[in-house]
């Protein structure tokens, strides 16, 4: 069988959703959008010979919102996918109350997708892609496959272009460094304090000895925030330097003469246990590191 178009996808997005939201069965409207939209970003995905997952309800424990997808391309993590219903703007500038809290939370993600099935938006580091904006020419709950032109195809291929080949960008001075460390270093700092609350983790043993040596006051809040930040400078550490790539394993040998300190926190990470405890998203920083010159 030939491969699908992206067209061809579209149209059957469209038809999809067009079928969803006419029947007359209650439901939220965010749900009716997430199987066609996983669709969408697989087979558009497949077309560019990218394995492409999202999975729903995305675990960014901790940050105060939950995207509606985490998608995951060849394996590593890319990027996010927040669902609006299709009578919601999604430009942030017309949210309200409780959007608005959560774009608040949601901006902080480097790569981030908004849409309400009509329209799409793509957020890098909180700030909108103006080369990558989609607008179908209709509503496509209401006239489904009417609403898909060659000019909305190619929109919307250029904006998943870019979402599934998100790399960061390194920064040309200190300042640049700390704006874009800030959010990446943000969500470390949550998957610690989530994985700290399994009490028989390796997160939460070391835990315990810092508080017992370093900091008896710290809660578990205050804890994440210092290993974060601790890893991140540790990791820049053991980039700086040197010739050869920095990867999990070699970082620690690189600090181990002179900061024993963040050489073991660096080395806790490189462990496998760790390693699926932090899942992907450390994948952002970590990668922003190995372009560092």
């Keep these: 069988m030939p491969k ?22 209650s439901a939220q409207p965010e749900d009716q959008l997430k199987a066609p939209v996983i669709r969408l970003l697989t087979a558009i995905g497949a077309t560019t010979r990218h394995e492409v997952i999202a999975r729903t309800e995305a675990q960014v424990k901790n940050l105060g919102a939950r995207p509606d997808l985490g998608v995951t391309v060849n394996g590593l993590l890319c990027g996010y996918v927040e669902l609006k219903a299709p009578d919601k703007s999604i430009d942030p500038k017309d949210f309200s109350d409780a959007d608005k809290k959560q ?19 793509l957020y890098q580091n909180g700030k909108l892609d103006e080369n990558a904006l989609v ?16 000019e909305s195809e190619n929109k919307l291929r250029h904006m998943l272009e870019f979402f599934f080949c998100w790399a960061p960008i390194a920064p040309k001075n200190p300042e640049q ?39 008896p006051d710290a809660d578990d809040a205050r804890f994440a925030d210092a290993y974060a930040q601790t890893l991140t400078y540790g990791l820049l550490l053991a980039r700086f330097g040197h010739d050869t790539p920095l990867d999990l394993d070699n970082a620690p040998k690189r600090l181990e003469s002179h900061h024993g300190l963040l050489a ?4 806790l990470l490189a462990q496998d246990e760790v390693r699926k405890i932090f899942r992907l998203p450390p994948i952002y920083w970590y990668e922003l590191l190995t372009q560092l010159t």
């Design 4 to 25: 699908q178009t992206v067209f061809e996808i579209m149209l059957e997005y469209a038809a999809t959703l067009k079928e969803n939201f006419s029947a007359r069965v």
């Design 103 to 121: 774009w608040e939370k949601l901006k902080t993600l480097p790569n981030l997708i908004y849409t309400n099935g009509t329209e799409w938006r």
């Design 135 to 150: 607008q179908f020419k209709y509503d496509v709950t209401k006239r489904g496959k009417e609403a898909v032109t060659k």
């Design 177 to 215: 460094l700390a704006e874009l460390l800030a959010p990446m270093c943000h969500i470390l700092r949550d998957f610690v304090l989530d994985s700290i609350q399994d009490k028989n983790s390796n997160l939460a043993t070391l835990a315990r000895e810092w508080r017992s040596v370093l900091f």
């Design 264 to 267: 073991q926190a660096v080395r």
